[in-house]
């Protein structure tokens, strides 16, 4: 396809994707400017970012720290947010926290404290998600929800970040329906965490939803969605380098 066939497709895919958002927050009676849409450009080039952000898009979302810098260094001349959205190897979480606004994937004390010595260093800030692991899954990442109290409790020790709130992976179905009591988990997670006193400002915001269950999310309670696919198209099945 030409770049101006992508760009217009691209740009087509957004307009829905919005248009969707709104439908669904209406239906929950909430206003449509209460969801964020995170643009998921994994495996796509700066090329796809740029038509992206060209139709209005600002915020978007990485899985491997390596990829996203690289991406936001061939970008850096637009006023993009970026957002790590994948599983963080240790090795790199000082590096992450100094480079990125927002990381959705804090699932350990360590990890919190290595991000935070990060975006300290750097003097940056730095908005921080929990995720967590409501089914279980031994393949996920993510904090079992017993976990999430001593992950707050240990947010009074950072320097420059601060929990925003938390964020669910669900087991994988195309079944967008299959997603509904994960997604409900996760809001009656932060309900509980709300009324047992946990600060608002550190609930905030709920990170769930993606190209098959956007609109599930948000009719519970999503504050961020995060859609690749249906965006940017299918994703080539051959394994990125590492
Ligand atoms: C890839 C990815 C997404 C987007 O997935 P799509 O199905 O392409 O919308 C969302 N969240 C996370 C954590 C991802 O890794």
């Known amino acids: 396809m030409s770049p101006e066939a992508d ?23 909430r206003p449509a400017d209460a969801v964020r849409l995170i643009a998921v450009s994994k495996t796509f080039g700066p090329e796809a970012v740029r038509a992206a952000h060209a139709a209005g898009q600002v915020d978007f979302g990485e899985n491997k720290v390596q990829e ?3 991406k936001a260094e061939a970008t850096r001349d637009l006023p993009l947010t970026w957002h790590l959205i994948g599983h963080l190897q240790r090795n790199k979480a000082k590096r992450a926290g100094a480079s990125f ?10 990890l919190l404290l290595r991000l935070d010595a990060g975006a300290a260093e750097a003097a940056r ?9 409501l089914a279980g899954e031994a393949t996920k990442f993510g904090a079992p929800p017993e976990a999430i109290r001593a992950l707050l409790d240990r947010a009074a020790d950072c ?30 997670l932060r309900d ?18 993606m190209s098959n269950d956007f609109e599930v999310a948000v009719e519970e309670g999503a504050t961020i969605v995060r859609v690749g696919s249906a965006i940017f198209g299918a994703r080539s099945a051959q394994p990125l380098a590492p």
């Open 7 to 29: 760009r217009a497709r691209v740009a087509a895919n957004l307009a829905r994707i919005r248009a969707r958002i709104a439908e669904a927050a209406a239906r929950a009676g």
């Open 68 to 70: 996203a810098l690289a």
């Open 101 to 110: 606004p927002w990381i959705h994937t804090v699932d350990d004390p360590d």
């Open 125 to 133: 800030p730095l908005r921080l998600l929990l995720q967590v692991d």
């Open 159 to 188: 320097r420059a970040a601060t929990l925003v709130g938390l964020m669910v992976l669900p087991p994988w179905s195309d079944d967008p329906e299959a997603s509904r009591p994960w997604f409900q988990r996760l809001r009656e």
């Open 192 to 209: 509980q965490l709300l009324a047992d006193g946990y600060p608002p400002a550190a609930l905030a915001e709920l990170s769930m939803g």
